[in-house]
């Protein structure tokens, strides 16, 4: 959401996703169009995609879910349903949005692909035990690695991207960093992508992190 208002205020036309758009006003007064959209559905992320037909000159894929209470999430105690459904979202369905509009990011004239991940997928990190969460994130992190040298071969920059512990619904209210904040520096992230064999991961204040 801060991110579309980033974006809205620098005069550019957002066009934003919603699992219930009805329910997503915030989104709605800033986005030129809200489409209904719940990533676990492939065959839905295609027709979208079909329906656009405007080049993309930046593609935010950022659906994440949180996974299963944090008590299940741990070894001995693990949801398996609850860890398929993160990695749904998470890792296929973000990687899903990415493939499905490449052609329309292809199309633009600044050709830049950013997925919104976490420090807590680099395997480097071992501040908690949330597993599901956690090798969703590291699985897309991988993807995107994979995927950075053939959308170099069409141009394309990406960047992985932690946006910081954000006081969001997702990120809880002792969270020390702003939408806003974390909005400004991701946004300062995707301007200085290049197309790359191996995209960066980045935080929202520009360290390199490790994977």
């Known amino acids: 959401m801060a991110l579309a208002a980033f974006y809205t205020k620098q005069g ?12 997503a006003t915030a989104l709605k007064e800033l986005a030129g169009a809200v489409h209904q959209l719940d990533v676990r559905d492939r065959e839905a992320i295609s027709r979208l995609a079909t329906q656009i037909e405007a080049p993309i000159d ?15 999430q741990v070894f001995g105690a ?33 050709k ?14 071992t501040s908690c035990d949330v597993i599901a969460y956690r090798t969703s994130k590291t ?36 969270a020390p960093l702003s939408t806003e904040k974390s909005a400004q ?3 300062e992230q995707i301007d200085g992508l290049a197309p790359t064999e191996k995209a960066p991961f980045l935080a929202y204040d520009g360290r390199v992190l490790p994977w």
């Open 78 to 110: 693990l949801d398996y349903e609850g860890w398929m459904d993160t990695l749904l979202v998470n890792t296929i369905g973000s990687v899903a949005v990415c493939e499905a509009f490449t052609p329309h990011v292809a199309a633009s004239n600044l």
């Open 112 to 125: 830049k692909m950013a997925v919104i991940t976490s420090r807590m997928g680099s395997i480097d990190d």
């Open 139 to 174: 699985a897309l992190n991988m993807a995107m690695v994979a995927a950075s040298k053939p959308l170099k071969e069409r141009g394309i920059a990406v960047g992985v991207l932690h946006p910081g512990w954000v006081d969001t619904r997702m990120g809880g209210g002792n």
């Open 58 to 72: 930046i593609l935010i894929s950022n659906a994440g879910v949180s996974g299963p209470a944090r008590e299940r």
């Open 12 to 23: 550019w036309t957002v066009t934003g996703t919603a699992r219930q758009p009805e329910q």
């Open 185 to 187: 520096g991701l946004a």
